[in-house]
């Protein structure tokens, strides 16, 4: 029983959240519980093939089975998912629940996760494991966007959800400012395993907000298999590069 996500379930009843749908912000019926209109269901680029063999981001052809960045860098990570192409109208969204302080948009997004998720042909899950921040990120931002999206995401799933199984041992430049192999030079090496015994033969989910070239969820899937993993997958509410 995950009371927390209990307690926010009984608030929403005594105080229904506003009939605003999160991508485009027009009032009307709802799709609960992503909190989102019959339009944008419709219309959102969510992904679909042909799409990278392993990221999981859209390629430009039917005959590549991987795209060039995984043609490129061998993965520590087995496979990569995502709900949506990183468009405009997702970036929108995804701007608001990250940097301007609406957490609450947690809950839509992290059950709208869950429930594409719950339809990709992987191996059974042990635990879902958030892609953490540096502590200073942390205090100035106030929640971990991965992190609410992961526990939203294993109360649906029914999974445990290691929030402190990885930590950022460094700070590192914003990612979204650098070119593909100063993402991964920036990266690297920037995570690390708190307690190896939490994750040990354990089959993961990575979670994110964003796969962008990927560099970040390698890192943190390095370290996890590096403290012992059996397999890391990894799952994001979008993906690609914002055209
Ligand atoms: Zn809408
Ligand atoms: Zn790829």
Redesign the pocket.
């Known amino acids: 029983m995950n009371w927390r996500t209990l307690i926010e379930d009984v608030c929403d009843i005594i105080y229904p959240p506003a009939n605003t ?6 009032q009307g019926e709802l799709i609960v519980p992503y909190s ?2 019959e ?2 269901w419709d219309t959102l680029p969510f992904t679909k093939p042909p799409l990278c063999d392993i990221c999981g981001k859209p390629i430009d052809s039917d005959k590549l089975r991987i795209c060039h960045d995984c043609a490129e860098y061998s993965r520590s990570f087995v496979k990569a998912g995502a709900v949506l192409e990183y468009m405009p109208s997702v970036h929108e969204t995804i701007y608001r629940y990250k940097y301007k302080g609406h957490s609450e948009l947690a809950k839509p997004l992290g059950l709208l996760m869950a429930h594409v998720v719950s339809r990709v042909a992987w191996p059974d899950m042990d635990v879902l494991v958030p892609v953490p921040l540096y502590y200073e990120r942390l205090r100035q931002r106030g929640y971990n966007q991965s992190a609410l999206l992961a526990r939203y995401m294993g109360y649906e799933l029914n999974l445990p959800v290691l929030d402190k199984a990885l930590y950022r041992c460094r700070d590192t430049k914003a990612q979204a400012t650098l070119g593909r192999a100063e993402r991964r030079a920036n990266i690297a090496g920037a995570f690390d395993v708190k307690d190896a015994k939490d994750i040990k033969g354990k089959t993961i989910m990575l979670i994110d907000d964003i796969l962008t070239t990927g560099a970040t969820a390698d890192a943190c899937a390095q370290a996890l298999l590096v403290g012992g993993a059996n397999a890391v997958y990894v799952f994001t509410l979008a993906t690609g590069v914002l055209k």
Do not use: S, V
């Open positions: 749908c999160i991508f485009c912000n027009q989102m209109c339009h944008c």
